[in-house]
């Protein structure tokens, strides 16, 4: 039996999220479908993290074990072919036993990507978030300070989040603006369920001068949903890297996708 880890790269939108569902269309269903054709034995994968609905990626992991013997580009190349356009392989990599997609993860990385400029954009509108009203990505800077370090973040978990506790660390959130597209970074252990998305909506409240910087701290100290913004659109979140130790020599992802590289 062998362990084989991907690097898989999806557009979310016509989706219901990674995880296989009974009646609707899932990244991961398109995914096991596919490495079970190649594999000629029914295959079941194991993710880095779940995406919702709408969500995309460029640096999901996932790692499946199998009998068959292929070369790694045969796996590559074969389950592409059985794919869906909308998802692709990236790439391939034997790895040991003791690898897990989920577990062996030290940290994730998301970026949301917004569009704010005064016309909703007519390419690419699936792929990101337009925000209509300049952004001060300063002020959003600043409030995305208060978030840094191990906090517990309820106040930024979805309605359904099944997390035990919702204590997370985030280690870094950057604000980047390039003319009129604003990526926000940000990286941490792992992430409760619509964390981002939360996280997101509340920094572009303070970036609209609704609230200032420092509501930022009083939210996330409230430990209260209805505390903070409404929540992003699905469109605009991607999933761009994963951690893990070197030793398990993984390929290097993507710094930020790779349309705006």
Known sequence: MQRIALGIEYDGSNYFGWQRQQHQPSIQAHVEFALSKVAAHPISVFCAGRTDAGVHAFGQ?????????????????????????DIRVMW?????SEFDARKSALWRRYCYVINNRSVCPGI???????VLGELETSLMQIGAKHLIGSHDFS??????CQAKTATRTIHNIEIIRRKDTIIIDVKANAFLHHMV???VGTLIVVGQRKS???WIR??????????????????????????????????????FPWFLE
């Open 212 to 214: 200032p910087p420092e």
């Open 197 to 199: 998305r939360n996280i």
């Open 92 to 96: 391939c990599k034997l790895v040991e």
């Open 61 to 85: 992991v996932i790692h499946f074990d199998t009998q068959a013997t292929r070369p790694e580009f045969a796996w590559l190349r074969g389950v592409n072919t059985y794919l869906p356009k």
């Open 124 to 130: 690419l509108n699936k792929a990101i978030t337009w």
């Open 155 to 160: 106040s930024f978990r979805g309605t359904h």
């Open 218 to 255: 009083e939210v996330l100290h409230a430990k209260d949903r209805r505390a903070a913004g409404v929540m992003a659109p699905a469109n605009g979140l991607y999933l761009v890297d994963v951690g893990y130790p070197t030793n398990f020599s993984l390929p290097k992802a993507t710094s």
